[in-house]
């Protein structure tokens, strides 16, 4: 997987070395969340809380079609607690992805004198990353209260990311509503005191609202 994705990112490059290179741009793009969910199987119904930083570049290809290629930095978070008589049990999963990024755009509607309509699809692919599980549980008898942690690890991370917008491009600015799905999978195994094992995966929709510059 790790390779197949260094091999597509260098025939992007090279895809665009070979163009004029001052047609390069780059994107800064701000997006507010209005609605959507984000989860972790295994943790009940906790919310997840995630944070992504990026890099875009921008290739026109034609007059109104552009091809985007970027990197994306993803961290997820998750902590849940189940008590069952005398037995408490913490669940806390902390979570990573690094991100490579493909996107194309076109705008070749007009809808006046300097707009035009902006529409993108955009895919994610994880190369690498990381994920923890921490499992502390407690419980109280007539002796004191024992205490037992367990840790997992992996450094394997797979799933994808899909990103789709439509909205108003004047000039270097851009406004749009958004949608994008998310599904990552660490390959960690959550314990619950009912004794169900789930495995780890990140599932998170989201609709919004976005801005954006290009320089």
Request: with cysteine; hydrophobic share 40%; proline share 2%.
């Amino acid at each position: 997987m790790r390779k197949s994705l260094f091999l597509l990112l260098l025939f992007s490059l090279l895809v665009f070395s070979n163009s004029v290179v001052w047609a390069l741009q780059a994107r800064l793009q701000l997006m507010l969340p209005l609605a959507g969910e984000a989860t972790a199987q295994g943790f009940g119904n906790e919310p997840l809380l995630t944070s992504e930083l990026g890099l875009m570049v921008l290739q026109p290809v034609t007059r109104d079609i552009g091809l985007g290629l970027g990197y994306t930095w993803f961290n997820a978070y998750v902590e849940e607690e189940d008590i069952s008589g005398i037995v408490y049990l913490k669940n806390q999963g902390s979570f990573q992805a690094h991100l490579f990024h493909f996107s194309v755009d076109y705008s070749g509607l007009e809808l006046g004198s300097r707009s035009n309509l902006l529409l993108r699809a955009g895919l994610s692919l994880p190369f690498g990353g990381s994920g923890d599980l921490k499992a502390q549980t407690r419980t109280i008898a007539a002796s004191g209260i024992s205490t037992q942690s367990e840790t997992q690890s992996t450094s394997e991370v797979s799933g994808y990311g899909l990103f789709l917008s439509c909205g108003v491009e004047v000039g270097r600015w851009e406004w749009f509503v958004y949608s994008q799905k998310s599904a990552f999978a660490y390959g960690l195994k959550v314990e619950r005191l009912d004794g169900k094992t789930y495995d780890t995966q990140l599932d998170i929709t989201e609709y919004g609202l976005g801005l954006g510059i290009l320089f």
